[in-house]
Structure formats: structure tokens, C-alpha cells
């Protein structure tokens, strides 16, 4: 909040994935710091294969549904973070699982918390290097997460009255499934993106606007050390707010 605070920004969403551990204290911060704060999510889908990364946002973070399937998602990752780790160690990368919980603390555990511990205990030089050599889709080390349809996530999502937006889509590649996505309940799409080159905003916005959906963007940052990705870039119009509310209208 501090960061959003430094940068100017008008509104934020920590979008952490299947967890919402930063509210109610970033709704608190944001009011002090005359920051408007959207309650958000980030939640994992599969469909033939394919990881597809959905967000909620303005979720309702008591909704006891989505409690209870969220707290079922982190004990998955629990699980899942500690078998990576037992792979990991099986190939002679002698990683401690307590350097991991010590940098996830009482967030949900992803890989990102693996690889910045490996990169703590000196196992790896760079967090890229992590992904690439020892915890990517493709390496011996790596558990699947605990799978759901796409359908299954936009309906948890409307459940905690939240508006799902399809996150991402030129890095995931699902172009002729968005329609299918639509039919089956998705309201917006993540045009603006750190990986999303000036020609996939403008044909991401074309869509959203020929379907009747909102459009919202993010940096995708996770911390300073996860790459290059800087907080706030790029940069995001208010009306990508304001869009968000006009579904969220039509939803109530």
C-alpha cells in the first residue's frame, strides 16, 4: 500500500492467489491513504491441460462458501508446496521446507515462495532460475494444483458476489475459448498486462467491448524480487474501475 501510495495510484487490488489474507487491513489502509481498495482474487482453473488464471473482483472475503473452498485450496497448496520440496530434495537441492513457510507465512503457498526460498538459501542464482531449471510446468519437481473448471471458478466467484475477469489471456493463449468462457458466466477481461505488447490491449479492448465486458489491467507484480515487474506498470485508466462497477451493478 505503501508502493501505491509512492506511485500515485488512484485504486489497487492485491490479488493474491486462492487467498484474501490482505483484507480486511488493505481496506483500512486504503481509506487512510485515500487509496480506493477493490477486495480481490486470483484463482487457478484447468481445462485439457491448459492453466487458466481467473480474477474476482469487489468478492465478498466473509462469504462462508468462499471461505470454505479457499481454505480447501490453501491446505491443497500446503500439501502440493511440500512435495515439490520433497522432489526437490530427492535431486539433491537440499531445500528446507521451514525456509518456505517462514516467506509465504499465513498466505496461501505458491511456487514463487519456493523459489524465493531457494534463492534465501543460495541453491539458485536468480528467481527466474528457480522456474526454469527446478519448478517450471515441465520439471521433474513439479505437483500439479488442485484442479477446477473454469465454470467452477466463475460461479465460486459470483457466489462471494464478485465479478470474474479472465487474466492475462495473451500470455495463457485461450482466445478460441473466450466465447465458451462468456456463455458460462465471465464478465471482463485483463487487457492491460506486463506481458501485453500495445496490439493485444487494443484487441483484448476491441473484444471486451463487442461482448459487453469489463476491462481491467495489473502488473502481475508479486514482490522486488520477482523479476522485472514493477507495481503499477502499466499504467491503468480509472475507467477500468468505473467498468468493473458497471457489472458489478448488473450483477446485484
Known sequence: MDAAAARGLAAISITDHDCTDAY????????????????GVELSSEIHGIDIHILGYY????????IAKLREMKEAR???ARKIV????KQGIDLRFDTVLAIA???AIGR???????QKEELVFSFREAFDKYIGYDSPAY???????????FDLIKEAGGVPVLAHPGVTGVDERIQEFIREGLLGIEISHSEHPDAAVRHYLKMCKKNGLAFTGGSDFHSAAHGKIELGVPRVAY??????????????
Do not use: Q, T, W
Open 105 to 107: 507465512g499465513e498466505g
Open 239 to 252: 475507467s477500468a474501475v468505473e467498468s468493473l462497477k458497471d457489472k458489478l451493478a448488473g450483477l446485484r
Open 112 to 118: 514463487p515462495h519456493i523459489a524465493s526460498a531457494m
Open 24 to 39: 480486511p487491513s488493505a481496506l483500512d489502509l486504503g481509506r487512510a491513504m485515500g487509496i480506493e481498495v477493490i477486495p
Open 78 to 80: 500446503f500439501v502440493r
Open 59 to 66: 468478492v465478498d472475503f466473509d462469504n462462508p462458501v468462499f
Open 86 to 89: 520433497s522432489n526437490l530434495n
Open 143 to 153: 505437483v500439479e494444483k488442485l484442479k477446477m473448471s473454469p465454470k467452477e471458478v
